[in-house]
């Protein structure tokens, strides 16, 4: 794995994002941002996932001005998602949002991304310049590659911000297309020195999603590229926290709770391993410390594929083996399989 790409570190909240700081992960709420109770009932909820960083989508007046309340309700950093109306924007800074995320294509003349820029600066609030390979702005060369015309995008309006002194800048510049979007963050990973949100965009529903996500940003953060990730799922906005983690927790840059490991099953197993190991994974969900734990389908083979974990269970005909770093502690019950080898995780 190449060593982490150095950016210029900014603030959005209590949150750094880059600068060597820890990939932080995020995600958007999927309500109604005017409905406050419910906006502010779904961060909670992303609070207890250990969410990082949410964005809210202000499509107008009544959004923006409902982050004051949604703030006061909330303890995670808040950025305001603006699309075509700078004035929203100003709005959503006056509200107390902690950070901007603008996608320059539809955002429109330099002089209202000044005034954005220029209000952002005064109270420290750092803007994201979202390009999406969607809604490029009309000025980008349709001849390059969509890669180089998101680039070009993204470093016009760097300029733009660069121009006006501002430079508490984050870019993203994300396509559905994984190779596109990792070829347009390796390319301005060495133009510019601001951190970098990476992401798929409308990835899709889970099964498809978590996968696309996983390569193209797994393939980034395996080359040193990359200080905060947004999986974008097609389903509750936890299952991108809980994918982002994992996607970090894979590469080893991050220990976020337990480590499932469990064995695909096969002829020798004797029980039904997929129900046991969906079963404790329900389970881990509640757990917070970072363990690694094993469910295998066989007593033979079991615990020495997963010697490396913690603790594990290795199970055969109606009975199943506890164990702990790749030795057996005791044998149990097949039926007392879930209790006893969550007994031994809460204890570790
Ligand atoms: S642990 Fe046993 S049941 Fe599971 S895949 Fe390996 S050999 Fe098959």
Redesign the pocket.
Known sequence: MKRRRISKPIQIGKVTIGGGAPIVVQTMTKTDTRNVMSTIAQIKELEDYDCELVRVAVPDTEAAQAIRAIKRGISLPLIADIHFDYRLALMALEAGADGLRLNPGNIGEPEKVKAVARAAKERDVPIRIGVNAGSLPKATNPRLPIAEQMVEAALKQIQLLESLNFDLIKVSLKAFDVPTTIKAYQDIARKIPYPLHIGITEAGTPRRGVIRSAVGIGTLLYQGIGDTIRVSLTAHPKEEVIAGYEILKSLNLRQHGPVLVS????G??EVD?VKLAEAVEEELIKINKPIKVAV???VV??PG?AKDADIGIACGKGKAVLFKKGKKIRTIKEKDSLSALMAEVEKF
């Open positions: 064995c695909p099953s096969c020798r197993a391993i295998m389908g066989c083979n079991g594929e």
